[in-house]
């Protein structure tokens, strides 16, 4: 009697065990999903605020694909951009959006979401990646950008890694203002490739700091010289 009590109790635990397991997974998903359900509706109450033509929540895999010329929009796999503002800045067009990429497989598995704000320019420039020495931007030597570019301000090249494969434009974009800008704001992310200027953020912004960041972008947007557009006119 004892022998089948303890049998049945020893089958029993597995099932506990699993049924935790499942709890908890469906807890997560549901806080996962309220928590996108709030920052949906934050943002949407920013695009309004700031003026924003349009909004879209849906995951955009054409998106991604259309700008995947940019360092930042060709990692991973599984890419797509998602919650996507559009609007303008100065008759030029400005977008912010999150986006989500995978890197690794099976227990590497990792999942990255980020977001961006993005002035697009009537020129086309050389790309040229700004940022933090770090993983992501050392990955950038492997697209063919060359070696960090030193420049006279110890300070600047010893807190930020810039690479381009046209370092008189790498000078011309890094003149002493944007480097005083960039000195006083550590750790940007900032990427230039054909029309596009953008700014990047891991892990993604809070809807509350996006307006800050996008007075940032476009206070580096104003530090590029323009004889750079007169050039590409």
Known sequence: ???????????????????????????????????????????????????????????????????????????????????????????????????????GSGKSRQEHNCTLLMIVCREVFPRLTIGPESLGVRITAALGLGDAIKFESAEFSRQFCVRSPDKKFAYDVCNPQMIDYLLKNPGLQMEIQGPALLLTFEPRLPAGKIEFNLQRLAQIRSFLPEYLFSQNA
Do not use: C
């Open 1 to 103: 009697m004892m022998t089948g009590i303890a049998a049945h109790g020893g089958a029993f635990v597995p099932i506990l065990v699993f049924g935790t397991v499942i709890t908890v997974f469906l807890v997560s998903q549901i806080a996962k999903a309220r928590a996108e359900q709030k920052r949906v509706m934050e943002l949407r109450l920013l695009a309004r605020r700031l003026g924003f033509d349009n909004f879209n929540p849906m995951r955009d895999e054409q998106f991604a694909v259309g700008w995947g010329f940019l360092n930042r929009l060709a990692q991973g796999s599984d890419r797509y951009a998602y919650n996507i503002l559009r609007g303008s800045h100065r008759e030029e067009q400005l977008f912010v959006f999150d986006f989500h990429f995978q890197t």
